[in-house]
């Protein structure tokens, strides 16, 4: 655990062409839909969700605008002689119309 530890936890910007955003975007529902269900949908696959929302309606009268992946944040596993990355948090940011 001490040599996983010394190595110390990163930060890292998910590109566009990533395999992270793929997730995201099978996770997110395409089109208009109620916030609350894709809220939910990817809260469920494991993502952090952080809501910017344009309006004053309640959240059950938004749509969905945008789904945009943020930062992840991993540690590196250093068992036996692979260095292996571990997902700690997966940020999306969900862009509401309300």
Excluded: F
Excluded at 19 to 37: F, Q
Excluded at 39 to 56: A, E, F, K, M, P
Aim: with cysteine; proline share 5%.
């Amino acid at each position: 655990m001490k040599s996983c530890l010394s190595l110390g936890i990163t930060s890292a910007i998910v590109g566009a062409g990533g395999i992270a955003l793929a997730g995201v975007v099978s996770a997110a529902p395409t089109g208009p839909s109620p916030a609350e269900d894709t809220i939910r949908t990817l809260q469920s696959s494991g993502y952090t969700v952080l809501v910017n929302r344009t309006g004053s309606k309640p959240l059950s009268q938004c749509t969905v605008k945008q789904v945009r992946q943020g930062v992840t944040h991993e540690i590196l596993d250093t068992r036996g002689t692979d260095i292996k990355p571990l997902i700690i948090s997966d940020v999306v940011y969900v862009d509401l119309t309300c």
